[in-house]
């Protein structure tokens, strides 16, 4: 066990111990708590993190020599106690850093659930940083934990709940020097997830970090996040919003693409961020600036974009990609929605109204989830039997007739997945 993770358990422990100690002032010590466990999440340099954790501690002849029992010696460069060694693992969640490319405004809020807001930045201009999301141990892969109605007034447990616990501006050049760092030096990877409709920046980047993690995916994370009005009423402005940051996510791929020789990069859009993302690509081609040479993957999940248009745009995304896969189901209730506004097909439909096209391979998710409740808008991400599929297009680029779980649709060129 390293230092910061014997630094984070010894942290998890005082907190449980803690309102026995200071029994009068117990919320100013969670929150005091809360800022070093952020700060040992995001600190470069474990010495500092372990310092700055020992200083609380020190307030508190009792907690010092707790602390040091757990952490087992190793802030003096000891070699660790057997008490140490027995002591029982506090950790309850799992830290994943992702980095963040928007055009919100920011709210000038400090509270991460508020930071960025579903107003465009007024320059249109594109921020960089990197945020600190928490996923709970204990959780069945595919879940996005949030919290419920009864948890409104506790607020989020990182033991049960995904939780966006740190968010950091950085400037462009801070934030390539980060992007390096996430890729590593032997077959750098990138992962750029953008989110769709009625998605908060709060939502994205927590969407981003159990994407990632449950695709087991060891690179660059990204979340691209244009302003959503993050409402269920804000359908017509968020299209207009999606449309506006197409140019920005384009300028964010070339970035992308100048970061390091060898970049494979793979692109997962969501819903109406499949309009963001097709239109940012061609302005790409339009520019001459296509990128295909370093595009492995193109996922486009539950797109809600015309039909018709996405055929008009097919011959961009073949040009853009490896390999482009679509995603799609029947019981989308989101897209149903979409389709009465429209008064037409979506290209995110399956059935009768499923789309197969050269050099795009279709997939028919329906089976997946048939379920009466919710929207099932977020099968993409929420399923295993379609995060199993997407690793092995992240992974191998398997073929689809390659893929267990798919099979081919009688009569017709596209993929039934099952259950």
């Not at 740190?166 to 030096?185: K, M, S, V, W």
């Not at 940051?245 to 997962?268: E, Q």
């Not at 599929?389 to 267990?404: E, H, N, S, V, Y």
Request: net charge neutral; aromatic share 6%; charged share 20%.
């Amino acid at each position: 066990m390293d230092a910061r993770q014997r630094a984070i358990q010894a942290a998890l422990q005082l907190r449980d111990e803690l309102p026995a100690m200071l029994a009068d002032d117990w919320p100013a010590v969670d929150a005091r708590l809360a800022q070093l466990l952020s700060a040992a999440l995001l600190a470069p340099d474990d010495g500092d993190a372990m310092k700055a954790l020992l200083a609380f501690c020190r307030s508190r002849p009792d907690w010092e020599a707790r602390f040091n029992v757990l952490v087992g010696g190793n802030l003096r460069g000891a070699a660790p106690t057997a008490a140490a060694e027995e002591a029982p693992a506090a950790t309850v969640f799992t830290p994943v850093e992702v980095l963040y490319a928007t055009d919100r405004a920011a709210s000038g809020q400090a509270t991460v659930q508020r930071f960025y807001g579903g107003e465009r930045s007024a320059d249109a201009s594109v921020q960089f940083g990197r945020c600190v999301v928490t996923l709970p141990l204990q959780r069945a892969r595919g879940e996005l934990n949030s919290p419920g109605l009864l948890d409104f007034w506790r607020g989020a447990d990182p033991s049960k709940h995904i939780v966006l616990a740190r968010i950091e501006p950085l400037q462009p050049a801070a934030f390539e020097q980060a992007a390096l760092r996430q890729l590593g030096d032997a077959g750098p990877e990138a992962l750029l997830f953008v989110h769709g409709y009625n998605v908060s920046f709060h939502d994205a980047a927590r969407r981003t970090a159990q994407l990632a993690h449950d695709l087991a995916f060891d690179g660059l994370r990204l979340c691209y996040s244009w302003p959503s009005k993050a409402e269920f009423l804000g359908y017509a402005a968020d299209g207009d919003s999606a449309a506006w940051s197409a140019p920005h996510l384009a300028t964010v791929i070339r970035r992308l693409r100048a970061l390091k020789p060898g970049l494979r990069l793979h692109l997962v859009a969501h819903s109406m961020g499949n309009r963001v993302l097709a239109q940012a690509l061609q302005e790409l081609q339009w520019k001459g600036d296509a990128p295909q040479e370093s595009v492995q993957q193109l996922a486009l999940a539950a797109p809600d974009i015309d039909r018709n248009v996405f055929e008009g745009l097919a011959a961009v995304l073949r040009s853009s990609a490896r390999r482009v896969t679509l995603y799609a189901s029947s019981n989308d209730r989101a897209l149903w929605i979409s389709k009465l506004l429209h008064r037409g097909p979506r290209a995110g439909d399956a059935g009768e109204a499923m789309l197969a096209l050269d050099g795009v391979d279709a997939i028919d998710a329906s089976r997946v989830d048939s379920s009466l409740v919710g929207l099932n808008h977020g099968y993409f991400a929420g399923k295993l039997s379609v995060l199993s599929d997407l690793a092995l297009l992240l992974r191998q680029d398997t073929p689809p007739g390659q893929r267990p779980g798919l099979q081919a649709a009688p009569g017709s060129r596209h993929w039934l997945m099952q259950p």
